[in-house]
């Protein structure tokens, strides 16, 4: 069996967690995931199986989430599940500042991802060494947010704020709540977040492990094709003697004007894998076995 899977990740799962269930029940070594969301997160979380697992690195980077930033408070992780560092009530915060303030977290931004998180810092993870209580200098990051919609506001000593975001790859929304609230001089935490898509996987579409294991004791789950969500990249249709040949990893001559990374298909049905144009050659990057 091999393709994807968009799951719906459950709360309190970690990632890792969710790849070691879907391997028990699909019996398969080959499993892994996109994009890492944290234990307290849920929604969707793109699981590779088979030799999908070779085309994770092609998919599309985009992501969206809805929020819940509260006010007042400020903690270690940046959201609740880590300890208070502060907390404040701000009843007389508005909607109104809020809205004034959001628009400094649109387009491109300079953040400081959450100490505690996967980024890697000499060859560490940033979350182990807030564990050890070891202090490093967290490297400034450029992300991408491309839109924000406000969901609801609800009023109170310590105000929430629900809110839709679609950004780039790499963003840290637990980062944009604290900056949030930093901005409003009112401290701000990340409350709940779910992921809405990812990777070009939709909330709508996907399935609990629950989900999966009854559709998997009927007979009846059907894997994402693996090349359904790679339709962001540019296609390429290749005869069947210069298909043979990219098989067998040599460069083939095509009359695409189109650089880069591509699909690569026999008779526009059969996905061979992931080439790259270049000078009008095709030249063989991730062919799958046939």
Same mark, same amino acid.
């Given at each position: 069996?091999?393709?994807?899977?968009?799951?719906?990740?459950?709360?309190?799962?970690?990632?890792?967690?969710?790849?070691?269930?879907?391997?028990?029940? !699909?019996?398969?070594?080959?499993?892994?995931?996109?994009?890492?969301?944290?234990?307290?997160?849920?929604?969707?979380?793109?699981?590779?199986?088979?030799?999908?697992?070779? !085309?994770?690195?092609?998919?599309?980077?985009?992501?969206?989430?809805?929020?819940?930033?509260?006010?007042?408070?400020?903690?270690?992780?940046?959201?609740?599940?880590?300890?208070?560092?502060?907390?404040?009530?701000?009843?007389?915060?508005?909607?109104?500042?809020?809205?004034?303030?959001?628009?400094?977290?649109?387009?491109?931004?300079?953040?400081?991802?959450?100490?505690?998180?996967?980024?890697?810092?000499?060859?560490?993870?940033?979350?182990?060494?807030?564990?050890?209580?070891?202090?490093?200098?967290?490297?400034?990051?450029?992300?991408?947010?491309?839109?924000?919609?406000?969901?609801?506001?609800?009023?109170?000593?310590?105000?929430? %704020?629900?809110?839709?975001?679609?950004?780039?790859?790499?963003?840290?929304?637990?980062?944009?709540?604290?900056?949030?609230?930093?901005? %409003?001089?009112?401290?701000?935490?990340?409350?709940?977040?779910?992921?809405?898509?990812?990777?070009?996987?939709?909330?709508?579409?996907?399935?609990?492990?629950?989900?999966?294991?009854?559709?998997?004791?009927?007979?009846?789950?059907?894997?994402?094709?693996?090349?359904?969500?790679?339709?962001?990249?540019?296609?390429?249709?290749?005869?069947?003697?210069?298909?043979?040949?990219?098989?067998?990893?040599?460069?083939?001559?095509?009359?695409?004007?189109?650089?880069?990374?591509?699909?690569?298909?026999?008779?526009?049905?059969?996905?061979?894998?992931?080439?790259?144009?270049?000078?009008?050659? !095709?030249?063989?990057?991730?062919?799958?076995?046939?």
């Amino acid at each position: 069996m091999q393709g994807f899977l968009n799951l719906n990740k459950p709360f309190d799962w970690t990632s890792h967690d969710c790849v070691a269930r879907v391997r028990k029940l !699909l019996r398969l070594k080959r499993v892994g995931h996109a994009g890492t969301l944290d234990p307290a997160a849920t929604g969707v979380l793109p699981i590779a199986f088979g030799r999908a697992t070779r !085309l994770l690195q092609y998919l599309p980077g985009n992501k969206a989430y809805n929020a819940t930033i509260r006010f007042g408070v400020q903690t270690k992780t940046d959201d609740l599940q880590g300890e208070v560092i502060t907390s404040a009530p701000c009843p007389r915060l508005s909607l109104a500042e809020v809205e004034t303030a959001l628009p400094q977290f649109l387009g491109k931004i300079e953040q400081i991802p959450p100490s505690y998180s996967a980024i890697q810092v000499d060859g560490q993870r940033l979350y182990d060494l807030a564990r050890r209580g070891e202090k490093v200098e967290v490297p400034v990051r450029t992300v991408e947010v491309l839109q924000m919609e406000i969901l609801a506001w609800r009023e109170g000593d310590f105000p929430e %704020l629900d809110i839709a975001i679609a950004c780039g790859a790499g963003t840290y929304i637990r980062a944009i709540a604290r900056d949030l609230g930093a901005v %409003l001089q009112t401290g701000g935490t990340l409350a709940a977040l779910t992921r809405t898509v990812s990777s070009g996987f939709e909330l709508a579409e996907s399935l609990t492990l629950s989900d999966l294991e009854t559709q998997l004791q009927a007979g009846i789950f059907q894997p994402i094709p693996l090349d359904a969500p790679l339709q962001h990249l540019p296609s390429v249709i290749l005869p069947a003697t210069s298909a043979q040949k990219w098989c067998q990893g040599q460069r083939v001559s095509v009359s695409s004007d189109i650089p880069g990374i591509v699909r690569v298909y026999e008779a526009e049905t059969r996905f061979l894998g992931i080439g790259e144009v270049n000078n009008e050659l !095709l030249i063989p990057t991730t062919v799958l076995p046939l």
